[in-house]
């Protein structure tokens, strides 16, 4: 059976919904290697662990790729009309989204914020036609930037409805924050200062103050003149004292006794005791846990938000046309090579 290539036509209006669902599967594979998982971070205590998962390779990967679907989808819609785009492109995003739902636990994990993301390519198409049809002055990258600007608003919706619904039916997360707090009043250092150096400080301050007092005082000059041996080995012993305060040494000293007495103090029953006082005295501490999934979500929905204006539109809008300058519409081919 001979087959003839050249009577093999590829659609070219297929191409970028095609690809859309490739590069959806892409950053989710590299989001999955990453290890990131939203019910994670969003407990405030292992803050340092989300910090060093969302700055991993796999991560920022995952997050430079996030915007190629929403710019392919862009350009899609100037490549056919608005309702088969949207048929073409959404349909790439949810058949996407299944697969990585089904292979990833990354996306399972996420399945709600998912299918948000596959509504978003809708609005990508709308506003990216818009702009396509009113814009004047660098059409292709405006039209795209303003097109992933509409769906980073509808995704940081989606993140705060998933991160609500992760936050509210689980007390854990109330606990997460309290443990946050009490570390941040444990931590070495604070505000930019670093407490317990000040503690050491402030020790080694107190204790050459004291020596000055009773080396200074003249019943201790007088013993100086005596020679009675145990006196001549006193006198020596606190001279000997007095000049190691100064030391590294003795400073070494005192850092480790304040870092130990701090810890003391914060397992203690009392430092509990005085939590839990503070809880009760203040109404508003404890509406502040009521309402923890409210501000925990905002704040996720704000850091995506904040993250896809300064860097995923600006990084769309590049992308656009550069992608659009390498493979334009079949209309602006023609008009190309008819100059």
Same mark, same amino acid.
């Given at each position: ?6 009577? @093999? ?7 970028? %919904? ?5 590069? @959806? ?12 998982? &939203? ?37 899609? +819609? ?5 309702? #088969?785009?949207?048929?073409?492109? /959404?349909?790439?995003?949810?058949? +996407?989204?299944?697969?990585? @739902?089904? @292979? ?6 996420? /399945? ?28 292709? +990258? ?26 509210? %039916? ?17 931590? #070495? ?10 503690? /050491? ?28 041996? !145990?006196?001549?080995?006193?006198? /020596?012993?606190? !001279? ?39 809880? #009760? ?36 809008? &590049? ?21």
């Amino acid at each position: 059976m001979n087959i003839d290539m050249n009577s @093999i036509t590829i659609d070219k209006k297929i191409v970028f %919904p095609a690809i859309v669902f490739i590069f @959806i599967l892409v950053w989710v594979f590299f989001a999955n290697a990453s290890g990131f998982s &939203l019910k994670e971070a969003l407990f405030l205590e292992k803050y340092e662990k989300t910090i060093s998962l969302v700055l991993s390779q796999n991560f920022l990967i995952s997050f430079f790729l996030f915007p190629l679907p929403f710019v392919f989808a862009a350009l899609t +819609a100037k490549r056919m009309e608005r309702k #088969q785009a949207m048929k073409y492109c /959404a349909g790439a995003a949810a058949a +996407a989204a299944i697969i990585s @739902i089904i @292979i990833f636990p990354v996306a399972l994990e996420h /399945a709600l914020f998912f299918v948000f993301y596959v509504i978003s390519f809708l609005a990508v198409i709308e506003y990216a036609e818009l702009g396509f049809m009113e814009l004047k002055r660098y059409v292709t +990258a405006r039209a795209v930037g303003s097109a992933v600007g509409k769906a980073s608003i509808i995704l940081a919706f989606g993140l705060f409805v998933a991160s609500a619904q992760i936050i509210m %039916p689980n007390g854990e997360y109330v606990k997460s924050f309290e443990n946050a707090l009490k570390n941040t009043a444990s931590s #070495q250092k604070m505000g930019g200062m670093d407490l317990v150096e000040i503690g /050491a400080t402030q020790m080694v301050d107190l204790t050459k103050q004291s020596f000055d007092t009773v080396t200074k005082n003249q019943s201790f000059e007088k013993l100086r003149e005596k020679n009675d041996p !145990d006196v001549v080995a006193f006198v /020596a012993q606190v !001279d000997y004292i007095y000049s190691q305060i100064n030391s590294e040494q003795y400073k070494q000293s005192a850092r480790e006794q304040v870092k130990a007495n701090q810890e003391k103090m914060l397992q203690s029953q009392s430092f509990s005791d005085a939590f839990e006082t503070i809880k #009760q005295q203040f109404p508003e501490f404890q509406r502040l846990e009521e309402m923890l999934w409210f501000f925990e979500a905002m704040g996720a929905a704000s850091l995506f938000l904040f993250f896809a204006n300064f860097i995923l539109g600006p990084l769309s809008m &590049l992308l656009g046309a550069l992608i659009e300058n390498l493979y334009p519409a079949e209309e602006e081919e023609q008009a190309t090579q008819n100059q």
